[in-house]
């Protein structure tokens, strides 16, 4: 038995059964961290002898009485998710040694859930970026090619779940930092409808694009750590009130007369004809399963990276502003003042990545330009999400590929902001509209995992996750990432 292969239910049935105990668990999953955690860098912080001596607490007397199917499972928590007692640094220098004074409602239900915490994973400064290059500590590498990005800003959180460190991940996704890493590092990433899982203790970054979702091996974990973190929270008003559905019976349910819609603003023909290749493959094997493939208009889709740029940066401008070294976090030895002081703290401990989007933000917000930049975006983002609402009057979903490439080389974009910020062009729709969205490995780019990715209508996960699970069973397995293969 190869437990760290092992899904949720399989994990929980062993339990059940008394055939494996969450010291055993822990163990294998121990022996994988240890093996590759010095070559890919996914944890800021880790505690395996705390989880070591929970797993000993939870006897098989325990476990018996047990329904939940997190019990006694490691997991890897986004630093930017406040953790109590934990240092929670958002992967950034000004909150280095920073412990937070509560836990967030998501990583709580988990908790509650009797999921074991195996530590913080790395991530870009703040969830600034789509590399994990921007971490204030370390970069973190894709464990098929440790030359090449995991992708961002949940990278870590993506390779803890590929190299099995952890069974699975919580991330969070602004406009694509939980779909792009999953994409490539061949993992499941799920972005829930905004407001279906609760915002609160999550460190913002745009609070009205940011989402909390789960990594995962399988679309079937997703929909089962879906099912633990959705509900009301009365300390995030954005939350709703809807009754969420049994995601893990959702995702069986047949997809035969479904129909999907591809964009044709996505433009195939500029994307490589490997790339092209594998979206077709998924569409080929979505007809096989009866599903109806059709195209539609979304005429705005091309300005939808231009609103997310102006949108995210001004609201980053907003919530940075409290990290200014007086309340928490670090402080610059000297200033002659106020000013002096806030610029010194500032300058010595934000990133670049940072510093810029809180320049362009402040600048779209500033007198004379906020109605040119500002206004004028949420005035597009209105468009788009109405537009996108007559199209979902059509079809069921919508499909695009995750990601414009697979995973890039370390350094290779980060001299050019631009280039970077494109790798987010199939995914920051979902994020503007407020909708739901899956990546699920369609294959392999050479020795790349390459993943495409549905979209829903609002609070209508269970229908993505029923297409995603059509590509993940017929796909069948991928390879093992090099790191894993080679031990």
Known sequence: MDIVELSLKQLHNELKAGNLTVSDIVGAYKNNFDKTENKIKAFIHTDWDEIEKKAQELTPDKIKNSNSVLQGVPVGIKDVLMTHGVQTTAGSKILEGYKAT???TAVQKLFDAGALMVGKNNCDEFAMGG???NSGFFPTHNPYDLSRVPGGSSGGSATAVATRQVVFSIGSDTGGSIRQPASFCGVVGLKPT???????????????????????????????VLEAIV?????????????????????DRSVK???????KQIDLASLSSEVQEQFQQSIDWLKDSGV??????????????AVYYVIMPAEVSSNMAKFDGIR??????????????????????????VKRRIMMGTYVLSSGYMDEYYVKAQKVRRIIANEVKQAFGDVDAFFLP???????EIGEKTMNPIDMYLSDIYTVIANIVGIPGISVPSGMIGELPFGVQFLGKHFDEATILALANVIEKKRGNLPQPKILSNL
């Open 131 to 133: 590399s994990t290059e």
């Open 231 to 251: 509900g009301h929270d009365s300390y995030d008003s954005t939350t709703t009130d809807s009754k969420p559905e049994k995601y893990t019976d959702a995702i």
């Open 292 to 305: 109806e493939v059709v195209e539609i208009d979304l005429q705005h889709l091309k300005d939808a990276l």
């Open 102 to 104: 509560y836990t967030a």
């Open 328 to 353: 928490f976090g670090q402080t610059a030895d000297k200033a002659d003042d106020l000013l002096s002081f806030y610029m010194k703290t500032r300058g010595e401990y934000l990133g670049a990545e």
């Open 402 to 408: 995750t990601t414009p490439t697979p995973a890039f």
């Open 194 to 224: 905004y407001g279906r899982v609760s915002r609160f203790g999550l460190i913002a970054m745009a609070s009205s694009l940011d989402s909390v979702g789960p990594i995962t091996k399988s679309v079937e974990d997703a929909a089962y």
């Open 257 to 263: 007369g479904m129909k999907i819609g591809v964009p």
